[in-house]
């Protein structure tokens, strides 16, 4: 499913997007965000080609829910979204923040950070459950460093 479908008045839907096709373990979770966000910016699907993005998107993920359940380590979306984003973290905002002759690296995981974050607060407030306080540090640190 590739971000450059999303009608244009869904356009912050296209960064998800991208960001989903990056993070494998994470790809069915972000394009439910993306739905999520889809239908809460265009709750009637008003706007040209969103019923049309927003069907599409709904049976990719009627067909990719199973397997991407058969995949995850943790029990629970929450605690594997967690997980991620720690991994994420450590890999690439840490080592691209090392590096600091690649600023265009640290900016893109940066960035990318920011909306595995949303997806994270967005799954875990779902399964009811509170964002782990280190993860709640990490971003911080990411905030705070922007």
Same mark, same amino acid.
């Given at each position: 499913f590739d971000s450059e479908v999303v009608p244009s008045s869904l356009g912050p839907i296209a960064a998800i997007l991208r960001v989903a096709k990056t993070a494998n373990e994470w790809l069915y979770l972000c394009r439910f965000y993306a739905y999520d966000r889809a239908h809460y910016d265009d709750p009637s699907s008003s706007g040209r080609g969103v019923r049309?993005?927003?069907?599409?998107?709904l049976l990719r993920l009627e067909k990719d829910e199973e397997p991407s359940r058969l995949a995850r380590r943790e029990r629970s979306d929450a605690r594997e979204m967690q997980r991620f *984003?720690?991994?994420?973290?450590?890999?690439?905002?840490?080592a691209s923040e090392a590096d600091h002759q690649d600023r265009a690296s640290l900016a893109k995981a940066y960035q990318t950070a920011g909306i595995l974050f949303d997806v994270l607060t967005s799954v875990t407030r779902q399964d009811g459950a509170e964002v782990d306080s280190e993860v709640l540090f990490?971003?911080?640190? *990411?905030v705070?460093?922007?």
């Open positions: 049309q993005f927003k069907t599409a998107l *984003y720690q991994n994420y973290y450590d890999k690439h905002v840490r990490l971003f911080v640190v *990411y705070l460093a922007k």
